[in-house]
Each structure stands twice: as structure tokens, then as C-alpha cells.
């Protein structure tokens, strides 16, 4: 068994996220993100819908590789896969239980920084 296992599922979260052209004006979001085990690498997950950047989880783009160590990952900086110009910035989270608790930081096609956490609960 691999650690990354205990995090695979479909989750519905909120996070709070702030940055762009307008710093400190946070607004607050719902959607959905899937975990599935990396099978190059089963130490890694893939984060599909990652961020909320692109809210089709049928399409196998938009998604982001983190690296599990017991029952936390870390997104190190990468590009976003399926996002030209986008990227994920030094990112962690956790699963316990059901929940799942995260930050997010990326960067857009302009440089502009935006950041904020989120929370959720496995629904698959």
C-alpha cells in the first residue's frame, strides 16, 4: 500500500482566495477536485480541478502533481498542465478522515499572484 491511496477521491470544497489586480478583496468559492494516485509514481498525486481553473473534471487537463508524505501533500512550484501560463507556487494540505484542508498560490499568464485556503469533504 501507498500513502498516496488515502487521499484519492472526489472532493466538494470552499476556499477564500485573494491576489490579481485587486490584492485583499477576498471572495469565496465551491467546487469540486478529484485525487487520483500518480501511476508513474505512486508517491505522487494528480489534483485535477486544482485551484478551481478549470471546472470540467472529465477533461484530463488542469490538474497539478503533489508529493504525499503520511497524510499531507505538497504542490511544489510547477505549470499548471492544461493552463498556458499559469503557475502553482508552493502549496500544501492534509486529509484527515474525510476532510481534506489546503492553501493555493499560482500565478497567471500576467505574473499576478493569487493565494488564499480551502476545506472540503470527500463525496466519492
Not at 477564500?16 to 490584492?23: D, E, F, K, T, V
Request: aromatic share 16%.
Amino acid at each position: 500500500n501507498y500513502q498516496s491511496e488515502h487521499f484519492v477521491g472526489q472532493y466538494s470544497v470552499t476556499d477564500s482566495l485573494n491576489g490579481g489586480i485587486i490584492p485583499y478583496e477576498w471572495y469565496s468559492r465551491n467546487y469540486s477536485i478529484e485525487i487520483k494516485q500518480n501511476k508513474n509514481n505512486l508517491s505522487q498525486i494528480i489534483i485535477k480541478n486544482w485551484a478551481n481553473l478549470h471546472p470540467n473534471l472529465s477533461a484530463e487537463f488542469t490538474h497539478v502533481i503533489g508529493q504525499v508524505e503520511d497524510n499531507q501533500f505538497m504542490v511544489t512550484y510547477q505549470d499548471i498542465a492544461g493552463r498556458d501560463g499559469y503557475n502553482a507556487r508552493d502549496s500544501k494540505g492534509e486529509v484527515i478522515g474525510d476532510s481534506i484542508f489546503f492553501n493555493i498560490e499560482f500565478t497567471n499568464f500576467f505574473g499576478e499572484i493569487f493565494w488564499g485556503a480551502g476545506r472540503g469533504k470527500r463525496i466519492e
